[in-house]
């Protein structure tokens, strides 16, 4: 069991799948619940997991309802959620969380669970950042075996290459973040993150290189930047460029918010909307060493 009260997994433990944002496919669902047994858990899906209203998997009353039971169920000790997309907003504020704070567990996934991630950080208890059903079966072996070492307390850290990028530097603090836009939408709202003397993890999907601009400049003007220790990159997939080109690479946009503040910073960290999606723990300590040939996290 960690200090913070949230037991590690063991074999024989419940998994549940649940659905609080957009609706999947019940093949991606199918083949994750088939590993995960392979790996030892029973695992549950939750009643409106597989369904469908609209964009969404549900209503938000079936959405709510299916999280809120997977929440209050005493023998449920990870929630991993299907996918993102969007959708967890809608539902976040309407759920009672007495149930999780007497008796914690491990919520998963990325993207628009940051929503969740964000919660579960307030209350300064750790959750899961690492992939979800949608993305089992592209997966590498490398990030599936990320999320069973994370749920069991077999994850000690990462040494990866360190990418020409980099701002070297060693840095300590509680690991948080997620989305980039959505941290962005949740500054100065009830489930902001409180950054001082943080490691800030980020990654996105899709979004214009001018976007990215914009979003980094309401973090240096909410000064968001002048409080966190460390900065981790993963994935910026399938960023876009205007017709007339922005002129910088999503690297560089970075970068130019840095250019005073010696932090250390990793560039290509695996994970995010990638298939290398690695697993990182929020709300443990870590410290990040940002070297010339290699960057190493250690939980």
């Not at 083949?31 to 998997?57: A, D, M, T, W």
């Not at 993102?84 to 990325?110: E, H």
């Not at 208890?125 to 994370?150: D, G, Q, R, Y």
């Not at 914009?214 to 994935?235: D, H, M, P, Q, T």
């Amino acid at each position: 069991m960690m200090k913070n009260g949230i037991p590690y997994l063991k074999k024989g433990d419940l998994i549940i799948i649940t659905s609080p944002a957009k609706f999947i496919e019940k093949e991606h669902v199918v083949f994750s619940q088939k590993y995960l047994e392979s790996k030892g858990f029973r695992v549950k899906i939750s009643p409106h997991c597989l369904g469908q209203n609209n964009y969404f998997s549900g209503t938000e009353l079936e959405r709510r309802s299916d999280f809120q039971k997977a929440i209050d169920d005493p023998e449920v000790k990870a929630i991993l959620c299907s996918r993102g997309g969007y959708g967890s907003v809608r539902i976040i504020d309407d759920l009672q969380w007495a149930a999780f704070l007497r008796n914690p567990k491990w919520i998963i996934g990325f993207s628009d669970i940051t929503y969740f991630h964000n919660k579960i950080n307030g209350f300064e208890l750790p959750s899961i950042h690492a992939t979800m059903p949608l993305n089992f079966s592209t997966n590498t072996k490398e990030a599936l075996n990320s999320l069973t070492s994370a749920l069991t307390g077999k994850l000690d850290g990462y040494k990866i290459k360190s990418s020409d990028y980099n701002k070297l530097g060693k840095g300590q603090g509680t690991l948080i973040g997620g989305n980039l836009s959505i941290l962005h939408a949740l500054i100065g709202t009830n489930d902001d993150l409180d950054y001082g003397g943080k490691i800030l993890f980020i990654e996105d999907l899709s979004e214009n290189l001018y976007v990215i601009d914009r979003i980094l400049y309401s973090f240096e003007k909410a000064g968001i930047f002048n409080k966190i220790k460390g900065l981790i990159v993963g994935g910026m997939t399938d960023l876009k460029d205007t017709e007339k080109p922005f002129g910088k690479t999503y690297q560089e946009i970075i970068l130019d918010r840095f250019t005073y503040n010696r932090i250390p910073i990793c560039f290509n960290f695996p994970a995010g909307h990638i298939d290398n999606n690695q697993a990182i723990i929020f709300g443990k300590t870590i410290n990040l060493v940002v070297e010339k040939d290699n960057t190493t996290l250690e939980f």
